[in-house]
């Protein structure tokens, strides 16, 4: 069994790989005052409910975008499983070209989502991940990963907007029925999610336009996608939610010791 750790500022992502197929997929809260302990009894209960120990793991892989959390994690891993888990950065064999001016500064989650995007459906294709931030990335047909755009995230900037705004209250994010409201929360809701359709609209059509390639594939991933895409099907070719457990998954195969 291979674990599959991805940290985000918002949640950890878990995967479990069992005779070469993803198996089971968790998520987690990014709390930065839990102790390896007690992230150690979380999957502890996590794989024990679903047949699975730590003592059957036989490797793990992790990315990680959230720093403060990776000594906890990785204590975690060895305590736990006495084993260290491989670290994603771009001096790993990533199968991908990183065409960044400095490709150490290319975030590990945005790693995971090309080498994905690359082996699973093939290129050129532009990857966007709804998440804390918005993130796009374009890869070429050749696997080479060109760069992209950062956006605010969905959640992070209705957060903004009912912290700077004091008459206006927090809202569930959910898809209004219609663009115009007829309520102070259904103008929210409809100025947040279609607004963000629109940004992802006149992105893809810039990079299209600027790479001048109009087959690019459009493949949407990330907890916030949902949101976006059931409203925009000409937009997103592919929804795939576990895409960066995907790429942890490849990334894995390539770089654990034989």
Same mark, same amino acid.
């Given at each position: 069994?291979?674990?599959?750790? !991805? ?8 995967? $479990? ?11 987690? @809260? ?6 390896? !302990?007690?992230?150690g009894m979380i999957f502890l209960d996590l &794989? ?16 990680? $975008? ?48 090309? $080498? ?34 950062? @956006? ?8 903004? &907007? ?10 569930? &994010? ?14 929210? #809701? ?8 629109? &940004?992802? #609209?006149?992105?893809?059509? !810039? ?31 592919? $929804? ?5 457990? #995907? ?12």
């Amino acid at each position: 069994m291979v674990l599959l750790l !991805d940290i985000g500022n918002t949640n950890i992502k878990i995967g $479990v790989v069992n005779d070469n197929k993803l198996v089971k997929t968790w998520r987690v @809260a990014s709390d930065h005052n839990k102790t390896a !302990d007690e992230f150690g009894m979380i999957f502890l209960d996590l &794989l024990s409910s679903n047949g699975f120990s730590f003592d059957e793991v036989e490797g793990m892989i992790m990315s990680s $975008v959230a720093p403060a959390l990776n000594y906890t994690i990785e204590h975690m891993c060895e305590y736990y499983t006495k084993k260290r888990p491989i670290m994603v950065n771009s001096k790993l064999n990533l199968g991908i070209k990183i065409n960044y001016l400095v490709p150490d500064e290319l975030g590990a989650d945005r790693i995971l989502n090309a $080498v994905a995007a690359h082996f699973l459906y093939g290129g050129p294709a532009i990857i966007i991940d709804f998440g804390s931030a918005t993130t796009f990335g374009y890869i070429d047909d050749e696997g080479a990963f060109l760069g992209g755009a950062i @956006a605010p995230g969905i959640k992070s900037s209705a957060e903004s &907007l009912t912290n700077t705004a004091a008459k206006l209250p927090r809202i569930e &994010l959910v898809r209004p029925k219609s663009v115009i409201g007829r309520t102070t929360v259904e103008n929210m #809701q409809s100025g947040i999610i279609f607004g963000f359709t629109g &940004l992802v #609209q006149a992105i893809v059509d !810039d990079m299209r336009i600027e790479t001048g390639n109009n087959k690019a594939k459009i493949i949407a991933t990330g907890g916030m996608c949902e949101l976006i895409t059931p409203g925009a099907p000409h937009l997103v070719d592919i $929804v795939d939610r576990t895409l960066s457990l #995907q790429g942890l998954k490849i990334l894995y195969d390539m770089n654990k010791k034989k």
